[in-house]
């Protein structure tokens, strides 16, 4: 178990610290050095790279808690289940949902512009990185 401990810890940091280094270091790094058609092509495909990398870490987090609670007599849902599970729904919903609504807005089409959708994008990417950080600290707590 004490295994299993360590590695929800270890995955929720490293986690968090792609997360961070996503939104803090890569995205305006290419903006500050790329011609805003390469920068934004580049960070496309940075964000697509973290969106897989997301779904995989939600889910195998999301199966390690279960593990860890199948012998405990107590509530089914914890933070430390709805955490990487809230994680989940703000990929799917501020990647895997909005970026064809983003493709069609740059193509002049939908009802939303380009902007909004790429606000909703960024509240859910925020939204994202404070609920894996806070399971990150969670689960420091525990080892």
Known sequence: MTVL?????????LWGGLLLCVA???APSAFAVLERAQAGLLVGRVFALEANISLAA???????????RRDV?????????LLP???LFCTVAGYVA????MAAAKAGQG?????AL???SFGFYGLKTLLVLALAWRASKVM
């Open 5 to 13: 401990y360590r590695s929800r810890a270890v995955l929720a940091a």
């Open 24 to 26: 803090f270091v890569t």
């Open 58 to 68: 939600a889910l195998l987090l999301m199966v390690i808690e279960r593990r860890l």
């Open 73 to 81: 007599v107590g509530p089914a849902f914890t933070a430390d289940f």
């Open 85 to 87: 599970a809230g994680a």
């Open 98 to 101: 909005l970026q064809p609504m």
């Open 111 to 115: 009802s939303l512009s380009f902007m």
């Open 118 to 120: 790429h606000v909703i």
